[in-house]
């Protein structure tokens, strides 16, 4: 574990609030699920600093023009690619992900950062003509997209470090927004590391200003000043209903997470599924929305699916996150892998079998498969939200519809069938938000529409054009023409 620490700096954080850097009285040790060790710390702010960062983001009037905006991505995202390998060991420090997962993301936020770059320079007004009817007239009516008239809170959860952090700050920075995020206390290191890129790349910090601390101090304040004009979360469903609770007449884009299945019909290619099962179910050791939390599998190739996804479950590497020859690390703390075992047992007790993993060594979980589930097993019922592969069959398309429905989510699902008519059946019955055919429920590229129904969220999407159109007004004026 030694080699470990050699490869991590220590970083003590302040506040972003306006143009400083301020240290806090109280601060967050941050450290590294695998080993134990203080990687950082993370201030604790409080509410006169909370206010503090919405006055400076309301008082502050964003004048960027739509070059001056791109600008800034593009040399942000240039910038990060450069400091892959410190960013990446950066948030496999605090979060415990893998570094062939940590490296992937670094990636992907550049991506979102160079998508953002590029619609900020597209005007995405509409013109209509008015002498469409008897009664129409000879005139125009165009439309607009305007920067939000308050300011955008942001709340981030911990499964991604920074690539949710640039979901929220990129559609913000293109739009000529002002944002107060709050990242996750468990990984605010990539946020902070974040936030000072874009200032490098020449954002004024008043459009962006970062605060970390106890929800149970500032939460309320980050959703009701008077200043909030719109409150995007992600996180879990509690927090994400109390939020709506709270926010009033306030905007609110929320994505809740999932309980999403790898659907496997009779007719797939065995190899190419379990191949997508293994890959759905534990990268980012499984600590994603849109991980495959249900393997739904047709009863005709269920045993032999399963001997496949056993098998590559077994081959899946993890131990230490700074190894790149490991796929998985931790998941986010010791609490969560216990749980995860806990879970597990539960099912076991309950007549499920398990064929391999439920293993764990403080943080460290072993992928783990299981089968003979049933649905009102905590382990199916429930998001779980780690490496854990529960496998359900089925006998008929209208059953596998039945049970990818029958759960309180709605987020996203992946189909393995060549059949045509059972893929767009399932594109048209399955109550998500996304349906992959052959392709993990979570593939998207950064620019797509991205969220779920449900408990899953509203139906706002994420993405960085849907979410462009969430973080602006849009006016129309009309004039003769």
């Known amino acids: 574990m030694s080699t470990v620490l050699e490869c991590i700096e220590f970083r003590a954080e302040a506040l972003r609030i306006g143009r400083e850097k301020l240290r806090t009285a109280r601060a967050i040790d941050v450290r590294n699920p695998?080993?134990?060790?203080?990687?950082?710390?993370?201030?604790?702010?409080?509410?006169?600093?909370?206010?503090?960062?919405?006055?400076?983001?309301?008082?502050?009037?964003?004048?960027?023009?739509?070059?001056?905006?791109s600008a800034i991505l593009n040399r942000a995202a240039a910038l990060l690619r450069e400091r892959t390998e410190e960013a990446s060991t950066l948030i496999t420090s605090e979060s415990g992900l893998s570094k062939k997962d940590s490296i992937y993301e670094i990636g992907r936020?550049?991506?979102?950062?160079?998508?953002?770059?590029?619609?900020?320079?597209?005007?995405?007004?509409?013109?209509?003509?008015?002498?469409?009817?008897?009664?129409?007239?000879?005139?125009?009516?165009?439309?607009?997209?305007?920067?939000?008239?308050?300011?955008?809170?942001a709340i981030t959860p911990f499964n991604h470090p920074m690539n949710q952090v640039a979901h929220k700050v990129v559609p913000a920075v293109a739009t000529n927004n002002r944002m107060v995020l709050k990242p996750s206390e468990k990984v605010p290191l990539s946020a902070y590391y974040f936030a000072d890129l874009l200032y490098e790349a020449g954002l004024p910090p008043e459009m962006l200003q970062v605060v970390t601390g106890d929800p149970r101090e500032i939460a309320d304040e980050l959703l009701t000043n008077r200043h909030v004009d719109l409150i995007t979360f992600t996180g879990g469903v509690p927090i994400g209903k109390y939020i709506a609770s709270k926010a009033g007449y306030r905007r609110i884009v929320l994505e809740l997470g999932g309980n999403d299945p790898l659907i496997v019909m009779d007719d797939a290619d065995l190899n190419k599924a379990s191949d997508l099962a293994v890959q759905g179910s534990y990268k980012n050791s499984g600590q994603r929305c849109t991980a495959v939390k249900r393997m739904l599998v047709h009863q005709k190739v269920a045993a032999e699916f399963t001997e496949l996804v056993v098998a590559k479950t077994k081959a899946w590497k993890y131990g230490d996150p700074m190894d790149k020859n490991n796929d998985m690390g931790t998941v986010i703390d010791e609490a969560a892998a216990r749980r995860f075992q806990e879970i597990v047992n539960e099912a076991v007790a309950q007549g499920a079998r398990l064929l391999v993993g439920n293993q764990r060594e403080g943080a460290l979980y072993s992928p783990t498969v299981l089968d003979g589930v049933r649905h009102e097993m905590t382990v199916v019922r429930e998001e779980t939200f780690g490496p854990i592969s529960p496998i359900l069959t089925f006998g008929s398309i209208d059953e596998a519809i039945a049970i990818s429905n029958g759960t309180a989510f709605g987020l996203s699902s992946g189909i393995c069938t060549n059949?045509?008519?059972?893929?767009?059946?399932?594109?048209?019955?399955?109550?998500?938000?996304?349906?992959?055919?052959?392709?993990?429920?979570?593939?998207?590229?950064?620019?797509?529409?991205?969220?779920?129904?449900?408990?899953?969220?509203?139906?706002?999407?994420?993405?960085?054009?849907?979410?462009?159109?969430?973080?602006?007004?849009?006016?129309?004026?009309?004039?003769?023409?």
Do not use: M
């Open 419 to 481: 059949r045509l008519e059972d893929a767009t059946r399932f594109a048209r019955e399955l109550k998500v938000g996304t349906v992959n055919v052959w392709e993990v429920p979570g593939y998207r590229i950064e620019l797509t529409p991205f969220g779920g129904i449900k408990d899953s969220g509203l139906g706002y999407k994420e993405g960085v054009q849907e979410a462009i159109k969430s973080f602006t007004n849009c006016k129309t004026f009309t004039l003769p023409w």
């Open 34 to 69: 695998y080993t134990g060790e203080r990687v950082g710390t993370a201030p604790v702010a409080s509410l006169d600093d909370v206010r503090r960062a919405f006055d400076i983001a309301q008082a502050y009037v964003p004048k960027l023009s739509r070059y001056e905006r």
């Open 109 to 153: 936020v550049a991506d979102v950062l160079n998508f953002g770059a590029n619609e900020a320079l597209r005007d995405d007004g509409q013109v209509f003509s008015c002498d469409l009817t008897p009664h129409g007239k000879s005139r125009k009516v165009i439309t607009t997209r305007e920067p939000l008239l308050g300011v955008i809170t």
